[in-house]
């Protein structure tokens, strides 16, 4: 659930669509959540980092909206969301993202704070990691022995957006 908060935030992030400093209203009066019921413990005007750090569900709502669904959801995609990773073990499955054309705003609300989708906990590392390093997934392998195989990757987000969010939250 709220461990995929960081895909709606890093999407706004990546874009340029918001900075840490910026201010989001996470009132849950306001018209954009009407009918919506996002249940929070955040409430009004906070930053962007505030936000995050606290992690907010409205926050984190709000914020993928500025993608649009489908940047949203092509960042969901980029991350490597309703896929296999191709790790080489029997058995793993891709998770379920919803089709777009299924989507109404209760399901976004509730993609963006990890709810209605389903995900694997390998591949939210591997999301997080390319989050915290350069943007770029790299292939999950199983170590069978001491050689290591070269490294193949994919881009999640541009490259500096990461050691951008870092810098800015100091």
Not at 80 to 91: S, V
Request: charged share 20%; proline share 4%; glycine share 10%.
């Amino acid at each position: 659930g709220s461990v995929f908060k960081i895909i709606s935030y890093a999407g706004v992030l990546d874009r340029g669509l918001a900075r840490l400093e910026d201010t989001i209203n996470c009132d849950p009066d306001q018209k954009a959540l009407a009918n919506l019921n996002i249940h929070d413990h955040v409430s009004g005007p906070v930053t962007v980092a505030q936000a995050f750090i606290r992690s907010s569900n409205r926050g984190a709502y709000l914020l993928s909206r500025r993608l649009g669904s489908t940047g949203f959801l092509g960042y969901v995609r980029d991350f490597g969301f309703g896929q296999k990773t191709g790790i080489p073990l029997t058995g793993e499955v891709a998770g379920q993202v919803l089709p777009h054309k299924s989507w109404d705003m209760l399901t976004w609300s509730r993609m963006a704070i990890g709810h209605s989708i389903a995900v694997t906990p390998l591949q939210m590392a591997m999301a997080v990691s390319a989050i915290i390093t350069t943007g770029l997934a790299y292939a999950v392998w199983v170590m069978l022995r001491r050689k290591m195989p070269v490294m193949r990757w994919r881009a999640a987000s541009q490259a500096g957006t990461a050691s951008r969010w870092r810098r800015e939250a100091r």
